[in-house]
């Protein structure tokens, strides 16, 4: 409410006390030089008066009233019905006097109880009518003194009246021509935020359009993937009809050489018999030692087992099981081990196994010749 009060306290007073206020208490207005008050920027003024810094300081500047005028009354000591009857000083002055005395709550009840009676029009109307009134008793005498005192220089006066007239209307030129600048400067910021908002209008309108065509070729890309999907699954479907069919053509071809094979067998032992040789064993060697003259010249009927191949092999079908531990690692000898429940010959090296077919070879010379 203080805040108020100041505000319409220093709203009644002329430019040259706000001048002498600035000055006394150094407030700088930004743009202005030093002490000088913006003309017709009354306003302005006052709102820089009442930052918090500087209404605090223009608070503690006490106020010395006329002499008369001090002598009559005790303003601090008085009630608010009293302060509001006086007749012969402004209440601007009594309100000014009260804040700068530490007052602050009996000048807010003044303040408001003038309002509430007089309302603001009226309250201006009494602000004339007992400043006029205040001039009139305590100061007119003293105003006759001066005017006599200021007589002589009253010619001086009205020269630093020009130079000061000269100098407001340069200031007031120049701050013309910085409020023309400045007007510029905003309608330049102005055009360029114009192009810059269509600027960046036309951009996000480029930007959707891209999304758009994004959002459409993904759509077809998910349709052209949905297509592919169907075709994979009607093609695997095929794919395995025709697996199906291929390892069922593949059983009737192991089967039909299993049946050329027994019969080839059948008609051998036959043939054996007949010229009364000892028929050559069966024997399967796991690891193929990879000397195709010893396997073509040997006694017997070897059948080489490719290490791949031991979990495919019908091992009932042999009469030894030979085993090239040199040729195999050892995961296989144990895949071998659990599929085959006989016993098994085995081999460390290659001359071993040589030495075992040419021993076979001598028993079956022996052999043909006895017969």
Not at 58 to 64: A, C, D, M, P, T
Not at 112 to 141: A, P
Not at 154 to 172: C, G, Y
Not at 237 to 242: A, R, V
Request: hydrophobic share 30%.
């Amino acid at each position: 409410m203080e805040n108020q009060v100041w505000k319409w306290v220093l709203n009644q007073q002329d430019e040259s006390e706000l001048k002498h206020l600035i000055n006394q208490l150094k407030v700088k207005i930004p743009g202005f030089r030093k002490g000088s008050i913006p003309k017709n920027l009354k306003p302005l003024v006052i709102n820089y008066l009442l930052k918090p810094a500087t209404l605090t300081r223009l608070s503690r500047r006490k106020i010395e009233l006329h002499k008369e005028m001090q002598d009559k009354y005790k303003f601090h000591v008085m009630s608010v019905e009293e302060l509001k009857n006086i007749q012969d000083v402004s209440p601007s002055l009594i309100l000014y006097k009260l804040l700068t005395e530490d007052e602050g709550e009996r000048a807010s009840s003044l303040f408001v109880d003038l309002l509430e009676n007089y309302g603001e029009e009226g309250l201006r109307e009494l602000q004339q009518e007992r400043e006029t009134k205040m001039k009139e008793i305590y100061f007119k005498e003293d105003n006759n003194e001066n005017e006599i005192i200021l007589e002589p220089a009253k010619e001086k006066l009205d020269e630093s009246k020009v130079i000061q007239d000269r100098k407001t209307e340069k200031i007031s030129k120049k701050l013309d021509e910085k409020i023309k600048s400045l007007q510029f400067e905003l309608e330049k910021v102005q055009s360029e935020f114009k192009e810059y908002r269509e600027k960046q209008k036309n951009e996000q309108s480029e930007k959707n359009k891209q999304i758009q065509k994004l959002k459409e070729e993904s759509g077809l890309m998910t349709k052209n993937i949905e297509h592919i999907n169907s075709k994979y699954r009607e093609e695997k479907i095929i794919w395995e009809l025709e697996k199906n069919n291929l390892i069922l053509e593949l059983k009737k071809v192991k089967e039909e050489n299993k049946s050329l094979r027994d019969n080839f067998l059948d008609r051998r032992d036959n043939f054996t018999t007949k010229v009364g040789l000892t028929e050559k064993k069966k024997i399967y060697v796991v690891g193929n030692p990879r000397n195709n003259r010893i396997l073509e010249n040997a006694p017997y009927e070897l059948v080489v087992v490719e290490r791949n191949e031991v979990t495919e092999v019908d091992w009932s079908e042999c009469d030894e099981i030979w085993v090239l531990m040199y040729k195999i690692d050892h995961r296989v000898i144990a895949d071998l081990s659990s599929l085959v429940k006989r016993k098994l010959k085995f081999f460390e090296t290659f001359q071993d196994f040589k030495q075992e077919i040419e021993k076979g070879r001598e028993i079956y010379e022996e052999q043909k010749v006895g017969s």
